[in-house]
């Protein structure tokens, strides 16, 4: 038998601790799922990681020489795509290239 034990609740509320009872076996049949799991959750991350190079805001303004406003057009227009996590921006070193690309302008 396996105890786990568990204090206070999600809200952390400390209401005396709890003592869960299960079966080992049962126990065991978890932790294989839950390893099961995790593999399966590892091989499509793997498959879905890139060598890519992300630049955030600043990075970004100081390579282009642009101002965090001229940033934010770029991105509110479509002109650059982004990608945010939490409320920071992260753009991609390729989108970035593809961007000077476009604005070059190329003599005749």
Do not use: H
């Not at 990608?83 to 290239?97: A, L, M, T």
């Amino acid at each position: 038998m396996v105890f786990l034990k568990r204090r206070g609740n999600k809200y952390g509320n400390n209401g005396g601790c709890q003592i869960i009872a299960i079966e080992k076996k049962t126990f065991e049949q978890i932790q294989r799922q839950f390893e099961s799991f995790a593999g399966q959750v590892g091989e499509l991350c793997k498959n879905n990681q890139t060598d890519e190079t992300w630049l955030d805001n600043g990075q970004v303004c100081r390579l282009l020489q642009i101002s965090k406003r001229t940033l934010q057009y770029y991105r509110d227009s479509g002109k650059l795509p982004f990608s945010q996590i939490n409320y920071k921006c992260y753009y991609k070193v390729s989108d970035v290239e593809m961007l000077i690309e476009g604005s070059t302008i190329k003599n005749k």
